[in-house]
């Protein structure tokens, strides 16, 4: 079972991330300020830190608690809280390169925080397995890969970072159909053929972060 440790402030979303993440079967810890949380770290072992970004006016920030968890366990996939409608411009670069995005305007679309964790998740299996030997390679070579467009592409990496198409649209000054037609061709370039029971979102993250697309 994944565990999940959450750190935010705010008890009502604290709380529904939390109720959300139990139902879905991940274990659950969470916390009010970063402090606590890290004291919480090495006994409870998550795989997944989820922190807002801003924990009040006192003690650390959220930037602080995912900075220090990136420098002592690298292996521990993060995920930030922003209420930015933009989350790239959420904490002006100072956060570690390989954090995924939770808009909390967004929260009330639940199945995007297991989308958000799944991609960190995805993208510390792709970290760790650079300089360790694997059972299973993920290495590809050109043959193998799927082959996407730069709008495409970039499309995948928002989708990676957590975002809805609403958040998506915003962030590229579109409209909620133009976003779902990109990504519904996205989809086609990447085989994923429309069948019910099947989250496409999550399967074409896994491809992107795994390096089997190449854009062109």
Known sequence: MLRILIVEDESFTRQLISNTLSQQ???VRNFEDASTAIEAIESFEPHVVISDLDLGAFGASG???LQYVSRKFPWIGLVALTAHANPKLAAAGSLPEQVAYLVKS???????????????????????TESTESTESTESTDEDQLVVSGLQAEALRMLASGMTN??????RGTSLRAVETLISRTYASLGLEREAGRNYRIEAVRLWQ???????
């Open 166 to 171: 609403q958040a998506i649209a915003d962030a």
């Open 63 to 65: 930037i602080d608690l």
């Open 25 to 27: 079967g991940f274990e």
């Open 210 to 216: 795994t390096g089997r697309v190449r854009v062109e």
């Open 106 to 128: 967004e929260i009330s679309d639940l199945g995007q925080i297991g989308v958000a964790i799944r991609a960190t998740l995805s993208n510390r299996t792709d970290q760790s």
